[in-house]
């Protein structure tokens, strides 16, 4: 396994429930701009999970097993696609003032932050892949799952921020 990007530090959660003496405004310039770093670091360990998953897809070449090559390579297309849509959001100016658009910008922050844990623990799996094609077909399908649960909590994280 390869040594995984710093992530960043998650204070941002922290800088929401300060006293309300801070500004609402403030404490949401200083927390749109850590979670953009949090966002980032997914993006980058989902890259760096997906090298595993281009490994793995050579054992298998090498093993002449096709059938889970095409799984594999659905599999790249969707952290593709996490990986665009990572990098592709913005949550800033979408925000009411006051304590109602915190609640949102609150809500938001914890999403992102579980988000977070998930993009590690898939990350994880794909390097984990291994040499082995053993057992190819299970082992694909638990990743294609936590993918899977990854899209759908962004698509939660995306139908927050509408209007």
Same mark, same amino acid.
Request: aromatic share 4%; glycine share 10%; charged share 30%.
């Given at each position: ?7 960043? #530090? ?28 949090h966002r980032e670091w997914m993006a980058? @360990? ?27 390579? @659905? ?7 996490l990986i665009g849509r990572l990098r ?18 609150? @809500? ?13 623990? #898939? ?37 927050l921020l509408r209007p």
């Amino acid at each position: 396994m390869s040594e995984s990007p710093d992530r960043p #530090a998650a204070g941002w959660l922290d800088l929401l429930r300060q006293a309300p003496g801070m500004g609402a405004g403030r404490r949401r310039d200083e927390v749109l701009a850590p979670m953009a770093e949090h966002r980032e670091w997914m993006a980058d @360990r989902l890259e760096q999970g997906k090298l595993g998953l281009e490994r793995y897809s050579r054992v298998l070449v090498d093993a002449v097993l096709l059938d889970p090559i095409v799984q594999v390579d @659905r599999l790249r297309g969707q952290v593709d696609t996490l990986i665009g849509r990572l990098r592709g959001a913005d949550a800033g100016g979408r925000f009411a003032a006051g304590e109602d658009g915190l609640v949102v910008l609150e @809500r938001l922050a914890e999403m992102e932050a579980a988000l977070g844990e998930s993009v590690a623990v #898939a990350a994880d799996a794909m390097e984990a892949l291994g040499e082995q094609p053993d057992d190819a077909g299970a082992r694909l399908a638990g990743i294609a799952t936590k993918l899977s649960a990854l899209a759908d909590a962004w698509d939660e994280r995306e139908d927050l921020l509408r209007p």
